[in-house]
């Protein structure tokens, strides 16, 4: 099939719901992706956060064959081998007690959410004063359902479905002072993501997360950390909460947890699972045998990778930092390990700079407008930072001020056969 007869499939029978990139991929190994045409791409997006190990991982390959043979699913009717093996895995490198398994990132955070008003009613039960409001951050994302919409901190995904979930409250991201004063005995829970994704890669800082925990302690409410973008290595550590020394009650993971397939987790300590009893909750496809066997390999893959994660990370950091030294169209460079990002002055200068990359063959996205964002697989070498780094060089001189606005190339378009390798 062509890209053009997909488009047109696609423009007559889907929900008009992304504007995709004008590219058909097909085949994807290691660090590479290759279209319906041939042309390379070298993959610093990862499927967003998802593609940890890049495409194709043996083990990973290995893992999927033999389970796949076996049994794919059963429902959470009935047992298989696999959950309690991740489950123990997982609770080992969180320090938390409990896992719940899910499909989604947004489903992981449905849960949470639900658990913090669960759990709260237990308290509410035993005398305490009531607690329901829920503390999420300005710039947060946490997903598309409605809970995650009603604890995400940005105007452009809530506005559309208004009226959402009552009892949130939003602070200013990294304001303390504001933490403090919105923070009482009716909150339930506060909810943040360590490092904002969508909103821009913003880690929180050391002292508001500290607020946070202090907050959340002297009440019994809960700290619930969103680390389904920075969590499962992404920062260098398994968790990004483990670069500031606290932990929470309550932990959402999923993009990359089973290597491509659709996996997602609720971590949490016994006294918030407190909240929860059989027929509560559910999910009838989350947690199947298939996803969790693959996410046990995934997990002991991990485990050799996170001091190259930080490795490259520290080195593309210190590239990118380079790079500002001699760009005035770079406000920032920001972010933990493997998930950085370049603020730049202006959205189409950013537009026209990931058109650019992309033509050169090279996958990176814009999120916050005006900001480059990088989620490059854990396998990366320097040698592919360089490569970026020169693509990026190269893009800033040619699309910045004063040359001002984004050419009028900044459509994507690939050149037929133009990059084949
Ligand atoms: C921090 C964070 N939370 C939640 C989500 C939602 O995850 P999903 O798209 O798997 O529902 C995302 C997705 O990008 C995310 O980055």
Not at 31 to 41: A, F, I, R, T, V
Not at 55 to 74: D, E, F, N
Not at 308 to 332: A, P, Q
Request: proline share 4%.
């Amino acid at each position: 099939m062509s890209l053009a007869s997909v488009m047109k499939s696609e423009e007559k029978l889907l929900l008009p719901t992304y504007d995709r990139h004008k590219i058909l991929f097909e085949k994807g190994r290691g660090l590479y992706l290759w279209d319906s045409e041939g042309n390379k791409y070298l993959d610093f997006l990862s499927g967003i956060g998802v593609n940890a190990l890049g495409h194709g991982h043996p083990r990973i390959q290995a893992a999927l064959k033999k389970q796949a043979g076996k049994l794919i699913h059963v429902s959470n009717l009935f047992f298989h081998e696999y959950q309690a093996e991740l489950a123990q895995k997982l609770t080992k490198i969180s320090g938390l007690d409990r896992a719940f398994f899910c499909n989604s990132g947004t489903e992981a955070w449905e849960g949470a959410l639900k658990l913090a008003r669960a759990y709260a009613r237990t308290q509410n039960n035993n005398g305490h004063k009531a607690k329901w409001r829920l503390l999420a951050l300005e710039g947060s994302f946490h997903g598309r359902t409605f809970g995650s919409l009603a604890t995400t901190g940005q105007k452009k995904y809530r506005q559309p479905f208004a009226p959402l979930m009552p009892g949130v409250g939003f602070v200013g991201f990294n304001d303390v002072d504001d933490l403090k004063r919105q923070f009482d005995g009716s909150v339930c829970a506060i909810c943040l993501e360590t490092v904002q994704g969508e909103g821009g890669i913003r880690p929180v800082s050391a002292e508001f997360l500290r607020t946070a925990r202090e907050l959340t302690e002297r009440t019994g409410a809960l700290l619930i950390l969103d680390e389904i973008q920075c969590g499962l290595g992404r920062t260098g550590k398994y968790f990004a909460y483990q670069h500031y020394g606290i932990k929470p009650d309550v932990l959402t993971v999923a993009k990359p947890l089973a290597a491509g397939l659709p996996l997602g987790a609720l971590l949490t300590t016994n006294r918030a699972a407190a909240g929860f009893h059989p027929g509560i909750h559910g999910t009838t496809f989350g947690g199947g045998p298939l996803a969790c066997a693959v996410a046990v390999e995934f997990l002991d893959v991990l485990s050799g990778l996170l001091d190259h994660v930080s490795e490259l990370g520290n080195y593309f950091h210190e590239r990118l930092d380079n790079l500002k030294t001699r760009h005035s169209s770079i406000r920032e460079v920001r972010g933990m390990g493997l998930m950085l990002a370049v603020d730049l002055d202006s959205a189409d200068t950013a537009k026209a700079v990931v058109a650019q990359l992309l033509r050169e063959g090279i996958l990176i996205n814009r999120t916050h407008e005006t900001v480059l964002r990088f989620l490059p697989p854990y396998i990366i070498q320097k040698k592919h930072v360089d490569q970026v780094v020169r693509a990026l060089d190269s893009a800033l001189s040619q699309n910045s001020k004063p040359t001002g606005r984004a050419p009028k190339s900044s459509q994507v378009k690939i050149e037929k056969g133009n990059r084949k390798r």
